[in-house]
Nanobody, 116 residues
């Protein structure tokens, strides 16, 4: 079993920064790709950024240049540095872990609120 716990969400003013963390615990020795997704009210969950174990990344066009995804494999922790936050970024942010064996786990999410 695997548990993913997000943290770092909160209220931030437009233009501000926030750093999200996702700590994986349990049977975490075969994590391949990790990613951040977000879901705003009345919208579908969407990919924000993802990163392979080797560090290859990709981002949604809406966050390129502002967000940076990273991971610490030794600590089994995923990060998302969010800069120049805008009201459109407000959402619940979810951590996702994909394993070599093909299983996927999700965290429960952390709320990011950006004042307008």
């Amino acid at each position: 079993q695997v548990q993913l716990v997000e943290s770092g969400g909160g209220l931030v003013e437009p233009g501000g920064s926030l750093r999200l963390s996702c700590a994986a615990s349990g049977s975490v020795f075969n994590i391949a790709t990790m990613g951040w997704y977000r879901q705003a009210p009345e919208k579908q969950r969407e990919l924000v950024a993802r990163i392979t174990r080797g560090g290859s990344t990709n981002y949604a066009d809406s966050v390129k240049g502002r967000f940076t995804i990273s991971r610490d494999n030794a600590k089994n922790t995923l990060y998302l540095q969010m800069n120049n936050l805008q009201p459109e970024d407000a959402a619940v942010y979810y951590c996702k872990a994909e394993f070599w064996v093909g299983t996927t786990y999700w965290g429960q999410g952390t709320q990011v609120t950006v004042s307008s």
